[in-house]
């Protein structure tokens, strides 16, 4: 048996790595996904070739780290090209970090900015990635990632992650962390990724190539927060509303990374601007998740179905077609009729115009059908622009 609220489904999963939780379209195919990603990383880790690799490499990485902390200048001198393109790949990230850790001295959630997307489905949704670090644990944490990233262990890890065919940004803490483990285990060891995935016995793995973006996989976490800054800009939105977007407590690197496509494939759509500044409005992951999800179904029916005209703040994000009919599209697993929804329903039919038409991305009870129909609504049921997950197709 499977509790809703009414909108999204909420799985417990129970696996030998312990229990995790799924809720929304397209989670548990994600967590699922993660569960197989960890037993392959098991095998990894119990192959004979890896242990060797890993054994005793580790202190000379950590070696290589201190020669980076103490001697900063004349570590980075010796990178091709070392200062200019260290400074042009963090540059963005520095920016944002101390964004960060300026809103954890203030003891503000960074980037969150409460607005009407606080209402959404998806309030009681958390990242499974552990407590809020403290202003000491952010530091700590940001330096010691420009330090490894310099070194080329992110570029690893994200290697890693694409041969399993996961998200190198989950919020699963227990693959996250494992991800970590291994990719460092063969860093340090000079086990190339190829050969360590090659270690994973035929059929532990699942295909999953559809659900992360090439984009989010190949690009490293600074480049990626520039061009997606870039995006943004172009679509007319605010320096301030692009800092806390790219600062927010509950949006993950790939998920701003399906935000920001979408809204470059909204080229010439009215609003797009205003989608950031309703997007910073969230308050939990659920939300998050429940608003970008709802801009990647805009996305696909503009592409697919007809061109939008402009994108409007409804209670959620909705589409407005150049014949002036709205486009609701709901990334729900199953709709019911509550409050919420009625409530939503009336003041858009009140609003008057052609009958808005609206796309869900599971099922809906017969109740809900039925009040929608009677408002002359036309409605699509698991409906083919439905999200699949992070980062999308």
């Given at each position: 048996?499977?509790?809703?609220?009414?909108?999204?489904?909420?799985?417990?999963?129970?696996?030998?790595?312990?229990?995790?939780?799924?809720s929304?379209?397209?989670?548990?195919?994600?967590?699922?996904?993660?569960?197989?990603?960890?037993?392959?990383?098991d095998?990894?880790?119990?192959?004979?070739?890896?242990?060797?690799?890993?054994?005793?490499?580790?202190?000379?990485?950590?070696?290589?780290?201190?020669?980076?902390?103490?001697?900063?200048?004349?570590?980075?001198?010796?990178?091709?090209?070392?200062?200019?393109?260290?400074?042009?790949?963090?540059?963005?990230?520095?920016?944002?970090?101390?964004?960060?850790?300026?809103?954890?001295?203030?003891?503000?959630?960074?980037?969150?900015?409460?607005?009407?997307a606080?209402h959404?489905?998806?309030?009681?949704?958390?990242?499974?990635?552990g407590?809020?670090?403290s202003?000491?644990?952010?530091?700590?944490?940001?330096?010691?990632?420009?330090?490894?990233?310099?070194?080329?262990?992110?570029?690893?890890?994200?290697?890693?992650?694409?041969?399993?065919?996961?998200?190198?940004?989950?919020?699963?803490?227990v693959?996250?962390?494992?991800?970590?483990?291994?990719?460092?285990g063969?860093?340090?060891?000079?086990?190339?990724?190829?050969?360590?995935?090659?270690?994973?016995?035929?059929?532990?793995?699942?295909?999953?190539?559809?659900?992360?973006?090439?984009?989010?996989?190949?690009?490293?976490?600074?480049?990626?927060?520039?061009?997606?800054?870039?995006?943004?800009?172009?679509?007319?939105a605010?320096?301030?509303?692009?800092?806390?977007?790219?600062?927010?407590?509950?949006?993950?690197?790939?998920?701003?990374?399906?935000?920001?496509?979408?809204i470059?494939?909204?080229?010439?759509?009215?609003?797009?601007?205003?989608?950031?500044?309703?997007?910073?409005?969230?308050?939990?992951?659920?939300?998050?998740?429940?608003?970008?999800?709802?801009?990647?179904?805009?996305?696909?029916?503009?592409?697919?179905t007809?061109?939008?005209?402009?994108?409007?703040?409804?209670?959620?994000?909705?589409?407005?077609?150049?014949?002036?009919?709205?486009?609701?599209?709901?990334?729900?697993d199953?709709?019911?009729?509550?409050?919420?929804?009625?409530?939503?329903?009336?003041?858009l039919?009140?609003?008057?115009?052609?009958?808005?038409?609206?796309?869900?991305?599971?099922?809906?009870?017969?109740?809900?059908?039925d009040?929608?129909?009677a408002?002359?609504?036309?409605?699509?049921?698991?409906?083919?622009?439905?999200?699949?997950?992070?980062?999308?197709?």
């Amino acid at each position: 048996d499977v509790p809703t609220d009414g909108f999204m489904a909420r799985y417990q999963i129970q696996s030998r790595f312990g229990q995790f939780e799924a809720s929304g379209p397209g989670m548990l195919s994600v967590r699922i996904n993660e569960i197989h990603a960890l037993a392959a990383l098991d095998q990894i880790e119990d192959s004979e070739q890896f242990k060797e690799a890993a054994s005793g490499a580790a202190k000379e990485t950590a070696g290589n780290l201190r020669q980076l902390v103490q001697h900063p200048k004349e570590t980075l001198e010796g990178v091709p090209q070392g200062v200019r393109r260290f400074f042009d790949r963090t540059s963005r990230s520095v920016k944002t970090g101390v964004q960060k850790l300026n809103d954890i001295r203030q003891d503000r959630v960074p980037g969150v900015e409460t607005g009407s997307a606080s209402h959404l489905p998806g309030a009681g949704d958390a990242p499974q990635s552990g407590p809020r670090p403290s202003l000491g644990e952010a530091v700590i944490g940001s330096g010691g990632a420009v330090a490894v990233n310099i070194l080329g262990f992110d570029k690893q890890r994200r290697l890693l992650a694409r041969e399993l065919g996961v998200d190198p940004y989950t919020t699963n803490r227990v693959l996250a962390d494992r991800l970590d483990q291994v990719t460092w285990g063969a860093f340090a060891g000079g086990l190339s990724i190829k050969v360590a995935t090659s270690l994973i016995p035929g059929g532990t793995l699942i295909a999953t190539s559809s659900t992360v973006t090439d984009w989010v996989w190949d690009t490293s976490p600074g480049d990626l927060r520039v061009q997606i800054e870039a995006r943004l800009l172009s679509a007319g939105a605010s320096p301030d509303a692009v800092d806390r977007f790219l600062r927010h407590q509950w949006y993950t690197l790939s998920m701003q990374a399906v935000f920001a496509n979408a809204i470059a494939v909204l080229e010439n759509v009215e609003g797009r601007a205003g989608a950031v500044e309703f997007a910073v409005g969230v308050n939990s992951f659920g939300q998050a998740r429940f608003v970008v999800q709802t801009l990647e179904m805009l996305q696909h029916y503009h592409a697919e179905t007809e061109p939008l005209a402009r994108l409007t703040e409804q209670g959620t994000l909705t589409g407005q077609t150049r014949s002036g009919r709205t486009v609701v599209v709901a990334p729900v697993d199953h709709l019911s009729w509550n409050a919420v929804l009625s409530s939503f329903a009336a003041q858009l039919s009140a609003r008057g115009g052609p009958p808005p038409v609206i796309h869900v991305s599971g099922g809906m009870t017969d109740r809900a059908s039925d009040e929608l129909a009677a408002l002359g609504w036309d409605i699509i049921k698991n409906s083919r622009l439905a999200p699949i997950g992070y980062p999308p197709r």
